[in-house]
């Protein structure tokens, strides 16, 4: 038995249920928290990515507080994920 059957029979077992227009809507809502924060994550590691490149090219060694500062930025995504998990938890 392959992965793709274990991860499949859970699924093939539940019943469709039908999904009113405003749970959809709710459901739209949930993602949005994780589209902005990707963006704005992406938004952020742009410049802090470039900058950290050229303080490298100068001086190697500040190599790990750089990459503090690039986890940072990334620490947005995570966080607008973690709101979105919990806000799809409230719907369910």
Known sequence: MGIQEVMA?????EAARE???????A???????TAFATIAAGIA???VGAAS???IAEKPE???????YLGLA???AIYGLVVSILLLGKLA
């Open 19 to 25: 999904i009113t227009v405003g749970m959809g809507l």
């Open 45 to 47: 590691v742009g410049p």
């Open 74 to 76: 990334e620490g947005i």
């Open 9 to 13: 029979a859970p699924a093939a077992t």
């Open 53 to 55: 490149l050229a303080v």
């Open 62 to 68: 500040i190599f790990g507080r750089t990459l503090v």
């Open 27 to 33: 459901m739209i809502g949930v993602g949005i928290p």
